[in-house]
């Protein structure tokens, strides 16, 4: 259970406490400017977080301002027991002219990462299992195991007609090491009272009941491959006010490339944006749709969701900062997803400040989503025949349960030079099955 949070900002985000009624024409922005954020967090398990990324972009000589000609992020991120992120994303229309370009390259090392089991509400959390301070305690880690993730992605965009229609291409190599948690790391100087206890954890038992194969059960390298259409009318792509954003794209994974299951997905997205006072206030939705159409999905990348384009880190699913806020990450995984997002977002105020633009945006949001698909999962095992005889399965399992998960909430947004934006997120879970609530602090809009 997380014990403390909290990020250490620039001192701009003390801004927020003044409104100004002058209105100030926009600075014009040229050539390199750059926004950092050190961040600091604090968990029981995982210790301390330390680290900073940085956001350089390059305006040119300013006649395309707020767009940029390059962008470069940087992020490094420990905890002091092992767990981060580190962190290169290049995104750029100039570097081929025509093409939109953008490169990530990512390491993710983490030792306590969420598995709630497949099909959302069939999948049974029991959240006293995870309170240290509950009768029926377990472990906080139970519904955890380590993971370690290499990503290589590449997407490219061109156009079809006209600026609007355009083709989307890229790969995407994988690369997972997944194991149960390390007890030994994690209770490393703790004090008895604090001691992870040596018990199985969800993943160990979904391993003993053959849900997991062995095959599987260590990880594996998943390259993929995608082609889409996309229809793209936005006014501006870090924070559009009105406009819509479309896409369907299709991702193959090909075994003879070295994967262990071949399989192919197909993606529609729909994202929407209104304004409802110039400059100020605007509306926002996105809906999400994405399912199997053939193969076996190794369990391991079943978590991931799939854009055409990397705004942050991670993009996993469903639960967490990137789809639904306030419910526990991956607490919503299936063969078939369905989500939405619909936000409010007022910009409060704008200033100027050390010669760069500033504003302070608030938001307003909900959340939702569920398993459209569910991942087939054999309960005739021989294994899991013998535990079913000698414990309750509805422990564990509540077949036919699944149903739409909501979440809503409250956001902050201190924006630098239009592009460079500091989120805050807080989301509330509408129902218990999914955890209580969340605080996300990162980077841009959530779409």
Request: aromatic residues 16%; without cysteine.
């Amino acid at each position: 259970m997380k014990k403390g949070l909290f990020l250490l900002l620039f001192p701009w985000l003390s801004l927020a406490a003044f409104s100004q009624t002058e209105t100030k024409e926009e600075l014009v922005k040229e050539g390199w400017n750059f926004g950092a954020l050190p961040a600091v967090t604090f968990d029981t398990d995982l210790g301390f977080q330390y680290g900073a990324l940085v956001n350089l972009y390059h305006y040119g000589d300013g006649s395309r301002y707020p767009k940029y000609n390059h962008s470069l992020y940087f992020e490094v991120s420990r905890f002091t027991k092992g767990s981060g992120i580190y962190r290169f994303y290049y995104d750029s229309d100039q570097l081929i002219k025509g093409i939109q370009s953008s490169v990530d390259l990512t390491y993710l090392t983490d030792q306590a990462y969420d598995f709630y089991g497949f099909n959302g509400y069939d999948a049974v959390f029991n959240d006293s299992w995870v309170d240290d301070e509950s009768e029926d305690y377990v472990s906080r880690v139970f519904y955890d195991y380590d993971r370690k993730m290499f990503r290589f992605k590449v997407d490219l965009q061109g156009k079809l007609a006209g600026s609007k229609f355009r083709w989307i291409g890229g790969m995407n190599l994988l690369n997972f090491e997944v194991a149960p948690v390390n007890l030994e790391k994690l209770n490393k100087g703790k004090k008895e009272d604090d001691l992870l206890p040596d018990v199985d954890g969800l993943y160990d038992k979904y391993l003993d009941w053959g849900l997991i194969s062995a095959e599987e059960a260590n990880g594996g390298f998943v390259p993929v491959f995608k082609g889409g259409l996309v229809f793209d009318t936005r006014d501006n792509k870090p924070h559009p006010m009105r406009g819509q954003w479309s896409e369907a794209v299709l991702v193959v994974s090909p075994k003879v490339l070295g994967a262990e299951s071949s399989f192919s997905k197909l993606s529609l997205t729909h994202r929407q944006y209104f304004t409802l006072v110039p400059k100020d206030l605007s509306f926002a939705y996105r809906l999400v749709y994405q399912t199997m159409l053939g193969g076996e999905v190794p369990f391991y990348y079943q978590s991931q969701v799939i854009t055409s384009i990397m705004t942050g880190s991670t993009s996993e699913g469903l639960g967490g900062s990137r789809t639904l806020r306030g419910i526990r990450r991956n607490r919503v995984i299936g063969d078939g997803i369905f989500f939405g997002n619909a936000e409010l977002r007022w910009k409060v105020a704008r200033l100027q400040l050390l010669n760069n633009n500033f504003y302070i945006g608030l938001n307003g949001f909900t959340d939702f989503g569920r398993v459209t698909k569910k991942t087939a999962l054999n309960l005739d095992t021989d294994v899991f025949n013998a535990f079913s005889l000698a414990n309750d399965p509805k422990d564990y399992f509540n077949p036919d349960s699944e149903a739409m998960h909501i979440s809503y909430g409250v956001g902050v947004r201190v924006a630098m030079n239009e592009n460079f934006i500091i989120a805050i997120d807080y989301g509330m879970a509408a129902d218990k099955r999914d955890g209580d609530s969340g605080l996300y602090m990162g980077l841009n809009y959530l779409f």
